[in-house]
């Protein structure tokens, strides 16, 4: 199955995008992992990428489909693949679906988890964190100490970026930048919506059910 996968966060694409790439036995290909892989091997490409970093400013759309075409043509997504994180905008889409062409490697679907904004916000907003790695949430599953660590004893925290501002802010820009591409990959009758207010079970097998129409 050859999938691109779009959530807003706090939608639980990183679950899905697990559960997808297990079940099918395709790669889960995420823009910002495999562009730092290629900054920390120093491939070409990621040396270009890197000089663009350094300064402070985003990786040109030249430069990251290089990376994304590289990715792709690798052997373990010979049986497909799960694209996160890519494309962000109308010409990343455009540009990969030129290389998708070369490749003989057309998208089967694109999944967009669907999950209303105040939903995100009570599961984001919830977080909490210790140093230790270990995480909570005040609703879904809290401490046994109200603040403190199961794990070390240590004191809980929370991200800024889990702060209810912050995170409305996120989504705002999500929504934003994905919108277009909903569109995008609707109009080319690619796109499937999915509730991703059910549990993670149940989402699961509405995608599983979804993509078993394109196998």
């Known amino acids: 199955m050859d999938i691109i996968l779009f959530g807003p966060p706090g939608a639980g694409k990183g679950t899905q ?9 395709i790669p889960h290909i995420s ?15 990621g040396l270009e990428a890197k000089s663009y970093m350094d300064n402070g400013q985003l990786v040109p759309d030249n430069v990251l489909i290089g990376i994304i075409r590289d990715r792709l043509s690798q052997d373990d997504c010979k049986t497909g693949y799960l694209l996160d994180g890519y494309p962000r905008t109308i010409p990343q889409a455009d540009a990969l679906a030129g290389i998708l062409a070369e490749i003989s490697k057309p998208i089967d679907r694109v999944i967009n988890i669907v999950v209303p904004a105040e939903n995100l916000v009570t599961r984001l907003s919830g977080r909490l964190m210790c140093t230790c790695g270990a995480s909570y949430h005040k609703t879904f599953n809290a401490p046994k100490k109200e603040g403190i660590c199961d ?21 705002t820009s999500y929504e934003a930048q ?19 207010t059910k549990d993670i079970k149940a989402v699961t097998q509405d995608i599983a059910s979804i993509l078993a129409k394109y196998e």
């Not at 994905?178 to 991703?196: C, F, I, M, Q």
């Open 151 to 171: 794990v070390c004893g240590k004191e809980l925290y929370q991200r800024s970026d889990d702060k209810e501002e912050a995170i409305r802010q996120r989504l």
């Open 178 to 196: 994905t919108a277009p591409l909903v569109a995008y990959y609707r109009e080319k009758d690619l796109l499937s919506d999915v509730d991703g």
């Open 17 to 25: 995008a697990q559960q997808l790439s297990e079940k099918y036995n």
């Open 31 to 45: 823009t910002g992992d495999i562009l730092r892989e290629n900054v920390r091997k120093g491939t070409p490409l």
